[in-house]
């Protein structure tokens, strides 16, 4: 017993009582594009970004977007920028409603603001259970969604809980790029939860492909039929990225 008191004042309190106000330090979170100039003729970001993330216009200089949608958050632009005009931020509010408003540019600087739904609020606002479905993850994203039933960020605080089976879901996590071997599992999966149902489309990978968009073992095809209501970006993604969208989308009131 006294050993077991002992640990426990060493590690103190775990669990994060604000999960709104919550900042991870050494998080890679949203970038930011400054109004500096870029050098003449440099694409240097562009070239340099391994998952086509970044997409230079050429007007009176290039104007640079990145597409948090597929953006791996590895920071390599911001690394090589002659200009430093990229850089990014801890901010784990990166989720989004809709695929466009991913886009962060100098002149739209903000992720567009996660959308209440009323008619999900009403339905689930007290209860939602999702099933987490890996579709040739690389694990990194899934060990996030695990992570959020751990004592630090306590999802379940909010009546939201992962469950074992499709049946017992309202609404599917989806991780990894899909390659066609999970086509027909995912499908499965999906048509095995009751109706009504929602997406959540995890990390890049699920987002757009990520770094596999390219690869002809990736099938994308059931995101085409059933597309996702909640967009939570990251490489992995944090587990708060994921709490404060899911939060916001349900119009969840914060509490302790």
Not at 143 to 158: I, P, T
Request: proline share 7%; charged share 15%; aromatic share 6%.
């Amino acid at each position: 017993m006294f050993k077991s008191i002992a640990v426990r004042q060493a590690q103190g309190t775990q669990y994060i009582a604000n999960l709104r106000a919550a900042q991870p330090g050494g998080f890679r979170g949203k970038p930011l594009i400054s109004a500096v100039a870029c050098k003449p003729n440099c694409h240097i970001c562009q070239e340099i970004c391994p998952s086509d993330a970044i997409e230079l216009k050429a007007q009176s200089e290039p104007n640079v977007a990145i597409d948090l949608g597929r953006c791996v958050l590895c920071g390599d632009c911001a690394t090589v920028c002659p200009s430093q005009k990229l850089s990014f931020n801890n901010d784990v509010k990166l989720c989004a409603t809709s695929r466009a408003g991913l886009l962060v540019t100098a002149a739209r600087p903000n992720i567009d603001p996660v959308v209440v739904s009323a008619e999900l609020k009403k339905r689930f606002g007290r209860s939602l259970k999702l099933r987490s479905v890996s579709a040739g993850g690389c694990n990194g994203c899934e060990m996030e969604v695990n992570a959020l039933s751990n004592v630090n960020f306590d999802l379940g605080r909010y009546g939201i809980d992962i469950v074992a089976s499709p049946r017992h879901a309202d609404g599917l996590v989806l991780t990894g790029p899909i390659s066609r071997n999970m086509l027909q599992a995912l499908q499965v999966c999906w048509d095995a939860m009751p109706a009504p149902k929602l997406v959540i489309a995890v990390g890049a990978c699920a987002i757009s492909g990520g770094v596999f968009a390219d690869s002809p073992a990736i099938g994308r095809e059931f995101l085409d039929n059933y597309p996702p209501t909640l967009y939570v970006p990251g490489c992995p993604a944090h587990p708060l990225t994921f709490i404060s969208g899911i939060m916001d989308l349900l119009g969840i009131a914060l509490i302790a």
